[in-house]
């Protein structure tokens, strides 16, 4: 029994010491970006936090794009633009850093000596948008792209440039981020330099609602007129599709040259909630409590979802 607490107590300690939930990494503004028209919705610096790697992965780096949706009209950006998704003011000054951005070999053994860099994400479309003009009513900046390139600028200069190997990751629209720009990724780093992407829960699907409407479409295709998007999708894609085509990883993925891994859940709960069962395709709620809890669902709603995109 002495030896089982004993265990039990040194376990709790070894929690404390290497505190799981991570360790806290303080923001980095990329503040001359904003010359260069590189901004958040609300024109604040983009910003990123950043750990440096050591011993054998000093030469090593892993980028991480922070997830949070789109918007797609002034409305819904207008919405965001004072919180920490449009401006990198309501931003918290430290992150934790924790599974792959960890420093701990006992939580992340392939990457804790790694280069790690997470990076916040402010600007509503995926870092994809660029409009030269801003609507002094609104004041809403649609700089995407450019954030994108006055980031990953500003880690080339802080030793990036050397890199022997590189990760660019994301989840949710950070990991829709990390397929769009995978190659563009690629192509500015060193030749030579070893490049992967991961995308974690980010392979959105173009699918038809329970009406059978192409709901998510119609909003990928407001996400990339409002944000000016189009000219910095993958020409892969927009030399053979509309341009809010080439938003869905699946017109994208198969022309990608970089190796893209790809982790989704067979049940993606945003993907229910939004392209599935959206609400104005299920307006007497019929899904609400299959869509808060799965095991609420009726057995008519699993063969659905089972039978939809995945």
Known sequence: ???????????VLLLII??????????????????????CLDGSPPAYHFDKGFGAGINNWLIHIEGGGWCNNVTTCL??????????????????????????ATFNPDFYNWNRVKVRYCDGSSFTGDVEAVNPATNLHFRGARVWRAVIDDLLEKG???????????????????????????ALL??????????????????????????????????????????NLPVSCTSRLNPSSCFFPQYVAPNIRTPLFILNAAYDSWQIKNILAPGVADP???WH????????CSTTQLDTMQGWAF
């Not at 029994?1 to 376990?11: E, I, N, Q, S």
């Not at 965001?80 to 000054?93: A, Y």
């Not at 890199?163 to 690629?186: E, K, P, R, V, Y």
């Open 79 to 104: 919405a965001r633009k004072d919180t920490r998704l449009g401006s990198s003011t309501k931003m918290v000054k430290q992150v934790a850093f924790s599974g792959i951005l960890h420093n701990k």
């Open 190 to 231: 060193p030749t030579g330099t070893k490049v992967k992407c991961l995308s974690d829960a980010g392979y959105f699907v173009n699918a038809k609602d329970l009406t059978g409407t192409e709901h998510i479409q119609d909003i990928y295709n407001d996400v990339v007129t409002t944000h000016g998007s189009a000219k």
């Open 284 to 286: 007497h709620g019929v």
């Open 18 to 39: 290497f505190r799981v939930d991570g360790f806290y990494v303080d923001i980095t503004y990329v503040e001359n970006a904003v010359a260069k028209g590189a901004v």
């Open 289 to 296: 409590n299959c869509k808060l809890d799965v095991t609420e």
């Open 1 to 11: 029994m002495v030896d089982t607490k004993f265990k039990r107590w040194l376990y």
């Open 160 to 186: 990036m440039k050397s890199a022997q190997n590189a990760l660019l990751s994301g989840c949710s629209a950070g990991g829709l981020t990390s397929i769009l720009h995978c190659d563009d990724f690629s």
